[in-house]
């Protein structure tokens, strides 16, 4: 599977930020770690890639947190603490239906409530390395193949400094 080896913090920001230039509306893009691996923080600087300035906090509490003065409105998801919740009265249909970006943290929470198509990205964390992550890519439906293509070819430009 496409996989990007990231040394630390800022290499994280830089392949967020890549990924904003990228996303068209209608993306839906699912983050999967273990707590800590750097979901929020992920989230946080796509957000600044999209032009959002206000402070992207982590909705663990709200379960939802909507960014609209971007390239592109943001839906921040975090099904963590669903169980306190009703998934379906948070009307997630209306967000993927909604002309934006919508970003999922804990998905596999609620699978079946995740759209058929979407941006899996595993974010994989080492122990003895704390600012190391392994971001892993999966395609669910065609529409995100050539995006993921896309964000490697970007970033690996972005490092060469072109
Ligand atoms: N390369 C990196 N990428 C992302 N986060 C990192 C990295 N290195 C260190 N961190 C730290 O790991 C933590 C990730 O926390 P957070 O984004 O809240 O995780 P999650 O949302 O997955 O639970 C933050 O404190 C962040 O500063
Ligand atoms: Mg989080």
């Known amino acids: 599977m496409p996989t990007i080896h990231i040394e630390s913090l800022d290499e994280t920001a830089t392949l967020a930020q890549t990924l904003a230039q990228l996303l068209t509306p209608y993306s839906v893009i699912c983050?999967?770690?273990t707590l800590g691996a750097g979901k929020t923080t992920f989230t946080q600087s796509l957000a600044a890639g999209l032009g959002i300035?206000?402070?992207?906090?982590?909705?663990?509490?709200?379960?939802?947190?909507?960014?609209?003065?971007?390239?592109?409105?943001?839906?921040?998801?975090?099904?963590?603490r669903l169980e306190e919740a009703a998934v379906e009265?948070?009307?997630?249909?209306d967000y993927y239906e909604s002309p934006?970006?919508?970003?999922?943290?804990?998905?596999s929470n609620a699978p079946e409530e995740l759209p058929k198509e979407h941006l899996l990205i595993e974010i994989k964390t080492f122990a003895e390395q704390p600012t190391?992550?392994?971001?892993?890519?999966?395609?669910?439906?065609?529409?995100?193949e050539r995006l993921i293509q896309q964000l490697i070819d970007e970033y690996l430009k972005h490092k060469k400094g072109e």
């Open 89 to 93: 009265d948070l009307y997630l249909e």
């Open 132 to 144: 190391v992550r392994e971001f892993i890519f999966q395609a669910k439906g065609n529409k995100y």
């Open 100 to 107: 934006g970006v919508t970003v999922i943290e804990w998905g």
């Open 31 to 33: 983050l999967e770690g």
């Open 53 to 80: 300035r206000r402070a992207v906090k982590s909705p663990s509490y709200t379960l939802v947190r909507e960014y609209e003065e971007g390239r592109l409105p943001l839906y921040h998801i975090d099904l963590y």
